[in-house]
């Protein structure tokens, strides 16, 4: 049990102290939690983030900047057709619509979003540039289109031959039976066969980088929940649900179902919680355990997961049920990938 006056108490130490007793640090964390001080690091929902890690490590191991770095790694499996749950290639609505969602922050507050956007490879780089190019936070639906084309995006056809077969294997039953993490169900372990198409959900990378001038930024992008209602938007495009950073304090992301994230502004939330004090993943088990002691019998049936970076480089997740992780690359290690702590 987190024992939060102990832990403001152990932070109240000098660093010379913390310096020099490093078990005492390690009753605080466990060491493969603790990053290097000024060092670079990148983080990212799932074991896709593996990848997606990979190209954010180029922009940060040259001193580049941590926006740049989620952005660039994020669009690895956003544009990765076999990746059924972001972007190019994302199972489509029950219209039979590919709608995206993302949202992007940096050291500075700043942010950008899209949501329901059709049509374009990249939605992380769209938020961006709503970010950057006008006085606004969120564009959706045909607006974000329209955003992305007289800027310079692509338009191009998301539904991949794979993702229109299953689509239309799940019209002949329609139904909706969200399963919890799904990016390890889609293949079934003993063949290449698919599993039934009523059977597929969602999964979304969330991605937090620290650069070497000690700054943070996220990005989060997703392809929503498989054959969803037209116009369902998530967590992900939404600040403060499925995405916040603070560079005084750290930054988190969620994955799984969005809805209990939104009623919960829960990376807000886990930041907030850090502020006062939390390690990172004492303070995504305590939004996980929000939404448990709100829902406890829903909670039994769905997915949620927090991954959360803080200033110093410390990172963590905790999720409701087993089977969510997260990748980390930094100097040391690129491609550790951890199984995040769970509720059940």
Request: glycine share 10%; hydrophobic share 40%.
């Amino acid at each position: 049990m987190f024992d939060r006056r102990k832990f403001i108490k152990c932070s109240a130490l000098s660093a010379s102290l913390l310096a020099i007793d490093k078990s005492g640090m390690a009753n605080i964390l466990p060491p493969s939690a603790v990053a290097a001080a000024g060092k670079p690091i990148v983080i990212s929902t799932w074991d896709f983030g593996i990848a997606a890690n990979h190209a954010a490590w180029d922009v940060l191991s040259t001193g580049g900047r941590a926006l740049d770095a989620v952005e660039k790694g994020v669009q690895v499996p956003e544009a990765d057709p076999k990746n059924q749950s972001v972007g190019y290639g994302g199972l489509p609505d029950r219209d039979g619509k590919v709608t995206l969602d993302a949202c992007i922050m940096d050291e500075l507050g700043n942010c950008g979003s899209v949501a329901a956007l059709e049509h374009i490879m990249h939605p992380i780089s769209v938020a961006r540039q709503v970010m950057e190019k006008t006085p606004h936070v969120m564009l959706a639906g045909d607006g974000a289109l329209q955003f992305a084309l007289e800027n310079g995006f692509k338009k191009i056809n998301l539904l991949t031959p794979e993702s229109e077969k299953a689509w239309k294997e799940w019209l002949k039953t329609a139904k909706y039976e969200p399963i919890m993490n799904i990016e390890n169900k889609l293949y079934d372990k003993a063949s290449p066969t698919r599993l039934p198409g009523n059977q597929y959900n969602h999964d979304t990378i969330g991605m937090l980088a620290l650069d070497a001038n000690g700054n943070l930024s996220g990005a989060c992008t997703t392809s929503g929940m498989a054959f969803k209602l037209h116009g369902r938007v998530g967590d992900s495009p939404i600040i403060g649900a499925g995405l916040y950073v603070d560079n005084e304090v750290g930054g988190a992301t969620s994955t799984g179902v969005g809805e209990e994230v939104i009623r919960n502004v829960g990376s807000f939330l886990v930041v907030e919680l850090m502020r006062q004090g939390y390690p990172p993943e004492e303070a995504c088990k305590e939004a996980v355990m929000r939404i448990i002691k709100k829902k406890p019998a829903k909670a039994k049936e769905i997915q949620v997961g927090f991954l959360a970076l803080n200033k110093k480089g410390q990172y963590g997740a905790y999720a409701i049920q087993k089977g969510f992780s997260f990748a980390v690359c930094n100097a040391e290690n690129k491609d550790l990938l951890i199984p995040g702590k769970s509720y059940y």
